[in-house]
C-alpha cells in the first residue's frame, strides 16, 4: 500500500513555507560559490555548512571524481560513496524520473546537494498545507541542517547530484504513515537505498 503523502506530487506550492524553511529554495548557482575546500584539504573536524556546500561545489566541478560512477536504473537508485573519513562523507547518486527517496532525515548529518546534471526535485511535507516541491536544476547547490525532513526524486532522466554530509552519514530516519494515520521513523543504515516505504501496520 502506498503512502498517502505520496499522492499529492502535482499539488500547488504552499505560500506558508518561505525560503527560509525550504532549503532548494535558497539555492545559489555553482559559479557563485566561491573556491573553498576539496577532498584534499579537509580540515580534521566536522564541516559547517558552508564548508559542506564548498565542498560539493569542488567535488561536482571535477568530473573525474565521479563521472566513472555514472550509472542509471528505474528499479534501483545508482550511487556510489567518493568519500568517507571521519568527519564527512561525499557520494555521487543518479536518478531518472522513477527513483524516489521516500521522507527522511540525516539523523545528526548536515548536507549539502550540487546538482551537476538535469533537475531534481525536493520535496517539503507542510501538515495542514499543499505539500511544497522545489525543483533543483543542473548548476545549483543547496545545504541544510540535521533538522531536516525531505524527500527527493529525479525531475529529468539523466539527473546526476553530489551530496556531502557532516559528520558522515550513520543512521538515518525514514517516514511513514500507518493505515490510522500516524507517522512513524524508522532507523536505517546509511548504506540502505531510501526509497518509499509502504504502510507499516
Not at 559547517?48 to 536504473?73: G, I, K, N, P
Not at 545508482?78 to 531518472?96: G, Q
Not at 533538522?147 to 529529468?156: A, M, Q, S, V
Request: hydrophobic content about 40%; charged content about 20%.
Amino acid at each position: 500500500m502506498s503512502l498517502i503523502i505520496d499522492k499529492p506530487l502535482v499539488q500547488p506550492t504552499s505560500p506558508c513555507l518561505g525560503p527560509e524553511q525550504v532549503p532548494a529554495r535558497r539555492s545559489a548557482a555553482l559559479a557563485d560559490v566561491p573556491a573553498g575546500l576539496t577532498l584534499r584539504t579537509l580540515p580534521d573536524r566536522d564541516l559547517d555548512a558552508d564548508e559542506l556546500t564548498a565542498l560539493a561545489v569542488a567535488v561536482a566541478r571535477d568530473e573525474r571524481l565521479w563521472a566513472h560512477e555514472v550509472a542509471f536504473s528505474n528499479e534501483q537508485r545508482h550511487y556510489a560513496s567518493l568519500h568517507r573519513d571521519a568527519h564527512v562523507d561525499v557520494w555521487v547518486l543518479c536518478w531518472t524520473p522513477q527513483n524516489d527517496t521516500g521522507w527522511h532525515d540525516h539523523d545528526i548529518s548536515s548536507g549539502a546537494v550540487a546538482v551537476v546534471r538535469g533537475t531534481l526535485t525536493e520535496h517539503n511535507l507542510a501538515i495542514g498545507a499543499p505539500l511544497v516541491h522545489t525543483d533543483v536544476p543542473a548548476g545549483r547547490v543547496f545545504s541544510f541542517g540535521p533538522e531536516h525532513i525531505h524527500r527527493l526524486t529525479g525531475r529529468d532522466a539523466g539527473s546526476v547530484s553530489i551530496h556531502a554530509y557532516s559528520p558522515p552519514l550513520w543512521r538515518m530516519g525514514q517516514y511513514a504513515i500507518t493505515s490510522t494515520g500516524v507517522l512513524r521513523r524508522i532507523s536505517v543504515s546509511y548504506a540502505d537505498e531510501l526509497r518509499p516505504l509502504d504502510d507499516l501496520t
